[in-house]
């Protein structure tokens, strides 16, 4: 059985990135930049007042309190007609550009008008107070987005300021979503007793979009060889990965590994060492990634995660495809019994300077309503099979609230 980083590195090998295409920046949040992007100009694009206040010379002010004459104003916008001489001022709104012959800005709130003509500047300035230099931020050509970073809003601000209205992006994978078992209902309808809600269904399409791709939702197929099959034919048509969650384990209805088998895919891996979700499917038919995630809820959205996340980003050309891991403090004791790599459910905290986990009660890996109260897995390696109170541990943080929403 390989080991979850053997695993991970299997899929990420197979998760070459998609071509790239143009998008405006107004459609570029969360997609992966296929570029490397460079200031057009110097940023700032000249040397601009930092403050409201009056433009002057430094050496002029150095035994403030004095006059000055006040020689005109700049306002944002502006480009200043005039140069500043001794014993002159200009006044100047934030963001203007410094006229020639000033060498600092003293703030509005340390002058003090003396008519109409002058002000009194009540305090001496440095150089360059209160200025943000020409090309202090960035310079013209040098690079300020890497390709490979996923874009948020903070990214859109650098694409926006270097005159980016278009952006090369990575291609949205295409992921088709199959659900299989005899015993799953659509969310709409009303479940017999011995029938189950799709959850998984719209759980693993909603992870799948949160992480750049576009999804096809396929439904249930019931768990009959022949109609696994189908199933699986239309779901890889057109896709970049499907993914097929329950119908992998090794009962006598678990008909995805046959019917790949049937389909001529190849498989690379059909199980690994991790809990939970030790039956996990991974393979490939053509050109399209197909993940078989186990059945049970946490298992599904956890393997995706780790798994199925990890290549759409890798698909994307993403840099960084894995969640982010922390450590943390344990406030409650973990256990793992399993003999596998474990995630478990936790809460983590920041308190008194460092970050805490409590465990979370969970039923095992169909208690969704606890997975989803979690903000972290505590990860516990195979060997360790308990770590107590007050035990350092590794978590991978979900991306989900730290803070005390309530949940
Ligand atoms: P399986 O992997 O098919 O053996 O399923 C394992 C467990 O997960 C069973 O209890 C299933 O009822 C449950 N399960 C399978 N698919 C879904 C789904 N789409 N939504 C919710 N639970 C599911
Ligand atoms: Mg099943």
Redesign the pocket.
Known sequence: MLSVDEALAAVLREAKPLPAEEVALDAALSRVLAEEIAADRDLPPFDRSAMDGYALRAADVAGAPCALEVVGEVRAGEWPGLEIRAGQAMKIMTGAPLPPGATAVQQLEKTRPLDEFRVTIEAPVDERQNVAPRGSEVRAGERVLERGRTIDPAAIAVLAATGHDRVRVARRPRVAVL???D??VDVAAAPGPSQ??????P?VAAQARLAGASVRLLG?AP?RPDATLAALRDGVAGSDVLVV?????A?D??FVEPALAELGATVVFTAVAIKPGS?LVFGRAGETLIFG?????V??QVTFDLFVRAALLGLQGARVTSRPRVGVELATAFKNRSGRRCHLPARIRYEEGRLVARGLRSSG??D?VAHSRANALVVLEAERRQAAQGEHAEALLLGRFLEDDGA
């Open positions: 659900v299989t078992g015993e799953i189950i809600r799709n959850s998984n269904g759980a249930v768990d969650s329950g119908g992998v384990s009962g209805y678990d039956p995630l186990p059945g049970n809820p298992s599904a890996s169909g969704l």
